[in-house]
């Protein structure tokens, strides 16, 4: 028996259950992956007992010359994964995405400076100045005018849009992609000090050098956020902005499949202001684990493994794009370059709420989500978010995409019948399905094929 079941047996319990769902269902929130042992390992160690104020060589309290040694190690394994130039570093301690954009507008904004970001619903992300219009007849108003710009809604629910003037650029109307000409269009009028690409659901590729030109144009300093695409992009299977970027900011458990925290890119003489904004700025003591985990996922992204497991990750994108089509859904932007796929959902019975539950329920699990144009509420919007990082950890290939599309049809038009009831009924007929039963079943018997591995090697052998 584990010392935590029998030191406390609630939270083991608990354990477990969450290992059992991840072990059954097929993980398909394009944000989230599966951590190696080793990463885990390194998560669950001593390090998270440390203080380590500052930076490393400079630390306010003693004690931390094997903190110093352990952040040095992931700083070079980030410069080296991300192929940075030479004059380039790396932050590794912010805790989150959110705090290491906040510590780049920290260094590089004043209250009140205007930040040019892409829209939320289009791709981008809340720490990017979203606020958003909780009235549906201005939503619909908004959507309908065709405008590419977005000025925020009233209910500013994030600290970026309390904080800054917000411009946020929208992706074109007919290609739900990025227009670049508009976008220069709108940098041109509203002189942006910061222009910002990246978010949680553009499905395609960014060109990083044009929009260095735009920002080059009006003077603005250029951040890519990569949160979702950095193990592709240090894998070398998608572009990079490194070097084109003034900074990269991203996190470290999506793609990069290193743990939980963030990395943030940039030349030495920036970065030197924006370790400031890190520490004092908004942290107290780095999460000195989580830089362990960092460090041993880093490793892990060195290998040639690792560009395998990126480059199937989009294979099995692309595939999965082209099932779903076939079984006639629409996708946004009519597929994928990367990781993700939205799937519009405006001319099926479901929704996002809705589709997201019940899926849930037959073993897939992804999640609602915006999409351009959406005239739908956040809380039950019109797309559904999909993505392959976690499927490909498990070893899952485009055969499996093939099946998983074919249950997500079918789980839609068995679904449909209960459109109209309220979500609580709708979802007690979805649980007393047979027919969704039966899918989470067979989800199950193919999740059991391609196990996750949760021990380490050092437990199993003395096991
Ligand atoms: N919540 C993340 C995502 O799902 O994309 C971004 O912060």
Redesign the pocket.
């Known amino acids: 028996m584990s010392t935590l079941a029998k030191n406390d047996p609630a939270v083991a319990a608990l354990v477990a259950k969450e290992e059992a769902r991840q072990q059954n269902k097929l993980s398909m929130?394009?944000?989230?992956n599966f951590f190696s042992p080793a990463v885990r390992e390194a998560v669950g160690s001593v390090f998270m007992h440390k203080y380590a104020e500052g930076n490393i060589g400079g630390r306010y309290y003693e004690g931390n010359a094997v903190i110093d040694e352990l952040e040095t190690l992931a700083v070079d394994r980030a410069r080296q994964a991300f192929q940075v130039p030479a004059d380039w570093s790396a932050n590794v301690q912010a805790l989150a995405?959110?705090n290491a954009n906040l510590a780049v507008y920290l260094a590089t904004l004043e209250p009140g400076d205007t930040m040019m970001a892409m829209y939320l619903p289009d791709g981008g992300?809340?720490s990017h100045g979203w606020s958003f219009e909780p009235s549906k007849s201005k939503r619909e108003s908004d959507a309908d005018s065709g405008s590419l710009v977005y000025h925020g809604g009233s209910r500013k629910v994030n600290i970026t849009s309390r904080m800054f003037k917000v411009v946020q650029y929208k992706t074109d109307p007919d290609t739900k992609e990025f227009n670049y000409d508009e976008l220069e269009k709108i940098a041109l009028e509203y002189k942006p000090k910061l222009l910002i690409t990246g978010g949680?659901?553009y499905p395609r590729d960014i060109d990083y050098r044009r929009v260095r030109a735009i920002a080059d144009a009006v003077g603005a300093l250029y951040m890519a956020d990569i949160?979702?695409e950095a193990g592709l992009i240090a894998a070398g299977v998608i572009p990079s902005p490194v070097g084109i970027a003034d900074v990269v900011t991203m996190?470290t458990h999506?793609t990069l499949r290193s743990g939980r925290g963030a990395i943030i890119l940039a030349h030495q003489d920036l970065l030197t202001k924006i370790n400031r904004g890190v520490l004092p700025g908004l942290q107290g003591g780095p999460f000195n684990n989580n830089i362990a985990g960092i460090c041993v996922g880093l490793g892990e992204v060195l290998t040639d493994e690792f560009k395998t497991y990126a480059r199937q990750v989009v294979n099995n994108n692309k595939q999965l794009a082209a099932d779903l089509q076939t079984k006639g859904f629409f996708l946004v932007t009519g597929g994928g370059d990367k990781h993700l796929l939205l799937i519009d959902l405006t001319k099926e019975p479901l929704q996002g709420k809705y589709f997201a539950r019940a899926l849930d329920h037959a073993g897939i699990v992804g999640?609602m989500n915006g999409m351009p144009q959406d005239t739908r509420p956040p809380a039950n919007p019109s797309a559904l978010r999909l993505g392959t990082p976690w499927v490909t950890t498990r070893g899952m290939k485009e055969a499996q995409m093939k099946q998983i599309a074919s249950w997500v049809r079918e789980v839609m038009d068995h679904a449909a019948q209960w459109a109209d009831l309220e979500f609580d009924a709708f979802e007690e007929q979805i649980m007393q399905s047979p027919t969704i039963a039966t899918i989470a079943t067979d989800v199950a018997a193919l999740c059991q094929k391609f196990p996750l591995q949760l021990k380490t090697t050092e437990t199993i052998k003395n096991q």
Do not use: D, M, Y
């Open positions: 929130i394009p944000s989230e995405g959110s992300h809340l949680t659901a949160a979702h996190t999506k999640n």
